[in-house]
């Protein structure tokens, strides 16, 4: 393994976030303010625990709120402004990251978000 940072765990991405939401530009900017802003006060802990440099893996494990049908590629849209905020926290620059292996585990009420950022090897 590699350095493993502690997991942030979020609630689930609000609706507006999602690509297909059809809304005012302004709520979706208001929605994407405060995803980014919640999951930088969630990490602002962990700052400093990612090492400087070297490529980056990121785990999300989506746990939906209902049986809804998903697209993981909608919810990692979704989770956009989260992910900025979690490397805005953690001070690492996302470009960095270039594996993201995603686990969909069965539906439990509300939901929720688990990020892990680890540097294999170095």
């Known amino acids: ?3 493993l940072m502690p997991t942030i765990t979020m609630p689930w991405p609000d609706s507006n976030l999602s690509p297909n939401a059809r809304l005012h530009w302004r709520a979706k900017a208001d929605a994407v303010q405060a ?11 962990w700052r400093g625990t990612v090492p400087d440099d070297g490529p980056l893996t990121l785990t999300i494990t989506l746990t ?8 993981a590629d909608n919810v990692l849209a979704s989770l956009k402004p989260s992910l900025d905020g979690l490397a805005d926290a953690v001070g690492y620059d996302d470009s960095r990251i270039n594996t993201i292996i995603i686990h969909l585990l069965p539906p439990v009420a509300p939901g929720a978000v ?5 540097q294999i090897g170095g």
């Open 1 to 3: 393994g590699g350095a």
């Open 35 to 45: 995803a980014r802003q919640e999951a930088r006060m969630t990490a602002l802990a």
């Open 64 to 71: 939906p709120p209902d049986k809804r049908k998903r697209d």
């Open 114 to 118: 688990r990020l892990e950022v680890e």
